[in-house]
């Protein structure tokens, strides 16, 4: 098993930055991809961006390139995704989920999530 924790959301305006962190344990770090994920009311939980375990490889949403960065510390076993640039269209709350060995764009793809952290944005 491997436990999730995200911090970092908050309420911000609009062209602010946040930085959200997600804490790991349970298990070894190395190996997992970890991904940040987000939902607003009313719409499916969408992906924003992963890493590979290295953290050499990223990926983001096209919605989020260019604003949001992925990145880990796997001493500390943590990821974290800062968020630049905020539009009110980023409000939601955003999912840390980790998928052993494999990256996904799909949310089902992914056994352990995290209990999710609100991010507001305001016009």
């Known amino acids: 098993q491997v436990q999730l924790v995200e911090s970092g959301g908050g309420l911000v305006q609009a062209g602010g930055s946040l930085r959200l962190s997600c804490a790991a344990s349970?298990?070894?770090?190395?190996?997992?991809?970890m991904a940040w994920f987000r939902q607003a009311p009313g719409k499916e939980r969408e992906f924003v961006a992963a890493?590979?375990?290295?953290?050499?490889?990223?990926y983001y949403a096209d919605s989020v390139k260019g604003r949001f960065t992925i990145s880990r510390d796997n001493r500390k076993s943590t990821v974290y995704l800062q968020l630049s640039s905020l539009r009110p269209e980023d409000t939601a709350v955003y999912y840390c989920a980790a998928k052993y060995r494999v990256y996904s764009v799909v949310a089902d793809g992914y056994p352990y999530w995290g209990q999710g952290t609100q991010v507001t944005v305001s016009s």
């Open positions: 890493i590979g375990w290295s953290g050499g490889g990223t």
């Open positions: 349970g298990r070894t770090f190395d190996g997992y991809y």
